[in-house]
Structures are given as structure tokens and as C-alpha cells.
């Protein structure tokens, strides 16, 4: 009799989903599916509204990265009035997504991953949180916290608020850095950069402890897509070109430019889950499927462009195939500490910029396009912002493409792998520790769900056993 495991709702991940594990007659796991519930319709409501507000109106979509659609909304804006940015606008806009990226990886790996990967998945799992983490290890989670107060405070002293800032728009930017601000963050950085390597060390021990994990979350062959620099093709994170690479290290696509996207991208649908997934075309769905954010970016690029990030790339690049592609998605954990790195050191480079302070930060313009497509780097992966208007800059189209929908395929994959490593003729129950690594396997790719389907609410997990006539042997679930 086939059976069928349920967790919901998934915990320490943004949105609400449910898992459901299905066992054949043997017992064991023959399929997994990562659902994801709610549903806001985003794109629909936004229009009729003025171009003018949809870099405010859609960085509502998220609270944990307004950054990243402010930023892609604002360039789609720029691209529809046709103008080119001042360059202390550009730099500025990098500056805070590069907050946005340490800010955003901190809560991922000190708040929400870390309890897993210090308390362990099998502790109790009223201890294994922030709390417990606080509790045990005050040295590291107090960096932690802090490391993340600093890259909001990048986003603060530009755009005025940690969380969805009015600052970018349209033709820049509303206002420069002041000295001041610059001098503060400055002082900041040595902290922030003490943390992070601590952070990667402990890492790096624990990966070498825990090579089951490495093995069986999430590793399997996918393409991998993400911006890359237009000179020489090192690691980007606001502008640039798109890349695709394949597990063998072969590059498919490269030099394209991110506005044609729906030339090589399409986007299917699964009658169990709101969430879109998009697949590279010529291979189709969903043989194309294909993994963004840092494990992708890391692997496609020629470089970090900073001297201690690119010592780290080539370590982490020692711990993947014989292409020197990194294939686990337990490794996201690595990729997104690389990352801060880099992050932190592109900020140091960026604040002696003299540029920085310029009061030249906003070209003036109209709509000149009725057509227009903006592309960054979310800290999850490339997000997509296309619009349509009229001749007046009302909109008439909006497609929003994110970059957890782009790893909806491999976080299925990924349940199922965990799951069919781990679960073995589960009818009596599901083992609590199970359960959470089932879970970790989703939070390795740090998902947004509420930015993914444009949700609203927060984030529990269903995880529900399914037997072979579709019984629903056990269900569990984590407010």
C-alpha cells in the first residue's frame, strides 16, 4: 500500500509550504513535492498603477529583500525611460544591494540554518533555534546578529530605512551618500569581516564532519544560471550578463543579454503548487532545469574580483567535481559566506570612491519605451522584473520571475533525494529528526516564498506521509 508523509508547515524558511512524501508498496520513498500554498497575485494588482510606483509598490512584496526589487523595478524604469545613470547613481544602488546581500546571508545562515548545523537535527527542537544557538554559542551568534545589523545599516544610511526604503528610482537614485555615513560604515567593516571568516572556518570543519549531508542534500546535475561581468566574467550582483553553465563545467550561454530573457527562459506550471518553475527552453521542462543564487553564481564565474574572496573560491572549487563544479546544495551554506565576503570587500572598495559622495545621482526622463526589462542579483538568485505601459506609463503587463521559482525543480529533487536516503518504510511515524533534515534540505536554498508567489502571512511547514491508495498515513506539522 502506497503511503504518504506531510510537513507542514516548513519552518525557518520565508512563506508557507507544506512537503508531501509519498512511500510505494515496499515502503519506500518513490516521490517527494515541495507545495507552496498561498497565493497573492502581485503581478495582477499592479496593473493600472503609474511606473512611477511600482518601485515602492513592489518592494512590498518582501520584507527580508526589498532591496532586490527595488533595484530591479528601478532599472526596468530606466530602461523604459531609455536613459543611461549617473555613475554615482550606479555605484550607490550597488552599494546598498551589496548591503542587502550581507544582510540577507546572515539571516539565512545565523538565524535560520545555524541551530541545524551547531545543535544538530536531531536536538530538541524546542532548543534548536536563535535562542538555543544564543544560549550555547554567544560569541558566534552575537556576530551573527551584528553582522547583519551592519549590512542594514549600509541600507539605512542611503535609502533612510532598513526596510523598504522609497530611495531608487527610475533614472537613479534620491540622494547620495553623506561623509559621515561613509566614515561610520568604514569603521564597521573590520567586525563584519572578522565574523564572516570566522564563520567560514567553522564551516569548512563542518562540512569535512558531515559528508553525508554534502552527499545526499541535494546533489545531482543541473544547469546553473546567473550574472556574470561583461569584462571578463567575474562574479556580479546588479548589472551585467546572463551565463548558464552545465555540471561539467561547459558554458551553453554567455554574453546574452538578461533583457531577452524570455528568448531561452520558459515557465511551467504544476497543478500542486503555486509556484512557477522555470526551465531553460532548449532543453525543456523539465530536463532544463537549472539552480541561481550563490551556489550557481559561484559556479559559473571567472572570479570574485577581490583578493579574499577569490582565495576562497578556489578552496570551495577544490571541494566540488572533477570540472571543479559544485554540485550539493548543503554547499549553498559555503557559497553564501563566500559571498558576504566578497560583499564586504566590494564595500570597503566602494566607500574610498570618491564618486560615492557626488550630488549627481538622478537623470531626468519620460517614457520613451513601452516595453522595458530589469535584471539583478537578489541574495537568492537573478530576479526578473518585466513591465508593459501605455504611452501615458500606466501598466498594462507585469511578470515578476524569482529567483526561488527558479529553483522550484531542484528543491523538489532535493526533498526527494533527503528523503529517499533517509526514510525507510517510515508507517509508524516520522522520526523528528527526519523531519528536520527534510526541512534543512529547503532551507539550504534560502527560499522567499512570499517573494516567489507574492504571499502574504508567515512561514509554517507541512510535511505528510502518503500511502500507495493515497491514505494519508501521517502528518506532521510546526507552527
Given amino acids: 500500500m502506497t503511503q504518504r508523509i506531510v510537513i507542514d508547515p516548513v519552518t525557518r524558511i520565508e512563506g508557507h509550504a ?15 513535492r515541495f507545495h507552496v500554498v498561498e497565493f497573492r497575485g502581485f503581478e495582477k494588482f499592479c496593473e493600472g498603477r503609474p511606473l512611477g510606483e511600482m518601485a515602492g509598490i513592489t518592494a512590498r512584496v518582501c520584507g527580508i529583500c526589498p532591496v532586490s526589487h527595488l533595484l530591479a523595478s528601478a532599472k526596468t524604469g530606466d530602461d523604459i525611460f531609455a536613459v543611461s545613470i549617473p555613475p554615482a547613481a550606479e555605484k550607490l544602488r550597488r552599494l546598498m544591494n551589496l548591503g542587502q546581500i550581507v544582510q540577507s546571508h546572515a539571516l539565512s545562515f545565523f538565524h535560520l540554518s545555524s541551530p541545524d548545523l551547531l545543535l544538530g537535527y536531531d536536538s530538541d527542537p524546542a532548543q534548536r533555534n536563535v535562542f538555543g544557538l544564543i544560549a550555547r554559542y554567544p560569541d558566534l551568534a552575537r556576530g551573527g546578529i551584528r553582522l547583519r545589523q551592519f549590512g542594514q545599516e549600509v541600507i539605512e544610511l542611503l535609502g533612510g530605512r532598513k526596510i523598504h526604503p522609497a530611495w531608487a528610482v527610475p533614472g537613479g537614485v534620491r540622494e547620495p551618500l553623506t561623509p559621515e555615513n561613509r566614515d561610520y560604515l568604514r569603521g564597521r567593516l573590520p567586525e563584519a569581516l572578522d565574523t564572516v571568516k570566522r564563520a567560514l572556518a567553522f564551516f569548512k570543519r563542518y562540512a569535512d564532519e558531515h559528508s553525508e549531508e554534502v552527499a545526499h542534500f541535494g546533489n545531482f546535475p543541473t544547469l546553473f544560471m546567473g550574472l556574470v561581468s561583461k569584462d571578463g566574467g567575474r562574479w556580479e550582483h546588479y548589472d551585467g550578463w546572463l551565463r548558464i553553465t552545465d555540471s561539467d563545467g561547459n558554458v551553453l550561454v554567455d554574453g546574452f543579454d538578461p533583457r531577452h530573457y524570455a528568448q531561452i527562459l520558459g515557465e511551467a506550471v504544476e497543478p500542486w503548487s503555486y509556484l512557477k518553475s522555470p526551465y531553460y527552453k532548449p532543453l525543456g521542462y523539465p530536463d532544463g532545469a ?61 566607500l574610498d570612491d570618491p564618486d560615492l559622495l557626488s550630488t549627481r545621482v538622478r537623470a531626468s526622463g519620460g517614457i520613451n519605451k513601452l516595453h522595458g526589462v530589469g535584471v539583478s542579483e537578489a541574495p537568492r538568485g537573478t530576479l526578473f522584473h518585466d513591465y508593459e505601459v501605455d504611452e501615458h506609463g500606466m501598466i498594462r503587463r507585469v511578470n515578476l520571475i524569482i529567483a526561488t521559482g527558479q529553483n522550484n525543480i531542484a528543491m523538489n529533487r532535493t526533498v526527494k533525494q533527503i528523503a529517499q536516503h533517509w526514510i525507510h518504510g517510515a508507517t509508524a511515524g516520522i522520526p523528528e529528526g527526519l523531519l528536520n533534515r527534510v526541512e534543512a534540505g529547503i532551507r539550504a536554498f534560502d527560499p522567499c516564498l512570499s517573494c516567489s508567489t507574492h504571499a502574504i502571512g508567515h512561514m509554517p511547514m507541512i510535511v505528510t506521509l502518503v500511502g500507495s491508495d493515497g491514505a494519508v498515513l501521517a502528518e506532521v506539522k510546526r507552527e
Fill in 18 to 32: 507544506k512537503i508531501s512524501i509519498y512511500l510505494d508498496d515496499a515502503g519506500e520513498v518513490s516521490d517527494a
Fill in 290 to 350: 537549472y539552480r541561481v543564487g550563490p551556489l550557481a553564481r559561484l559556479n559559473i564565474c571567472s572570479g570574485m574580483g577581490t583578493p579574499q574572496a577569490d582565495a576562497e573560491l578556489a578552496e570551495f572549487r577544490q571541494r566540488g567535481n572533477a570540472h571543479g563544479v559544485v554540485t550539493s546544495s548543503f554547499m549553498y551554506h559555503y557559497a553564501r559566506l563566500v559571498e558576504i565576503l566578497a560583499a564586504l570587500e566590494r564595500i570597503a572598495l566602494l
